[in-house]
T-cell receptor, first 110, second 111 residues
Framework: GQNIDQPTEMTATEGAIVQINCTYQ??????LFWYQQHAGEAPTFLSY????GLEEKGRFSSFLSRSKGYSYLLLKELQMKDSASYLC???????????FGGGTRLMVKP | EAGVAQSPRYKIIEKRQSVAFWCNPI?????LYWYQQILGQGPKLLIQ????????DSQLPKDRFSAERLKGVDSTLKIQPAKLEDSAVYLC?????????FGPGTRLTVT
């Protein structure tokens, strides 16, 4: 089975940097995804890691350590519009199925 | 390119009633997923289709939930009869090349 843990809520200040952690225990691993979900909207894809290391995409970066079952999403130069839930999801070995964590609700304050 | 379409966007029903949701995936996407997302939680996979065949429905409560994708394109998810705990957003996603694209969801409230 799959078990994915991430903090329930985080608060940060506009312009700052925030790191959202995700730990996972899975029976199979074929990649880790981060999605952003604004309230009342569909999840939208942010980043994907399948090999160890850091993937950078503008203000957003994601890191993966497969040996530790650990990932983080790093958001730089926070903007008010970054207030949303951030979902960590692991893809198993079969069928491209994703197992999601509970999501981290990020609140950005002025 | 049009995204994943879902309807209705909102539905309010009383417990023990029936409800159906519709999903039209992105054109050419063979794989379709239905997720249930309870408020404050991450999406939970209910069923995965590959064309018109079921790949995984291990988390679908089959005593009350059913889903079909008869022609390998559109899909419907039905709940009969609904319970209070079925109140959630039902998300449809389709995928190509391993990337999943989500629709806007249907928010179901069971009273």
């Amino acid at each position: 089975g799959q078990n994915i843990d991430q903090p329930t809520e985080m608060t940060a200040t506009e312009g700052a940097i925030v790191q959202i952690n995700c730990t996972y225990q899975t029976s199979g691993f074929n990649g880790l995804f981060w999605y952003q979900q604004h309230a009342g909207e569909a999840p939208t894809f942010l980043s994907y890691n399948v090999l160890d290391g850091l993937e950078e995409k503008g203000r957003f970066s994601s890191f993966l350590s497969r040996s530790k079952g650990y990932s983080y999403l790093l958001l730089k130069e926070l903007q008010m519009k970054d207030s949303a839930s951030y979902l960590c999801a692991v893809r198993g070995n079969a069928g491209n199925m994703l197992t999601f964590g509970g999501g981290t609700r990020l609140m950005v304050k002025p | 390119e049009a995204g994943v379409a879902q309807s209705p966007r909102y539905k309010i029903i009383e417990k023990r009633q029936s409800v159906a949701f519709w999903c039209n995936p992105i054109s050419g996407h063979a794989t379709l997923y239905w997720y249930q997302q309870i408020l404050g939680q991450g999406p939970k996979l209910l069923i995965q289709f590959q064309n018109n065949g079921v790949v995984d429905d291990s988390q679908l409560p089959k005593d009350r939930f059913s889903a079909e994708r008869l022609k390998g394109v559109d899909s419907t998810l039905k709940i009969q009869p609904a319970k209070l705990e079925d109140s959630a957003v039902y998300l449809c996603a389709s995928s190509f090349g391993g990337w999943q694209y989500f629709g806007p969801g249907t928010r179901l409230t069971v009273t």
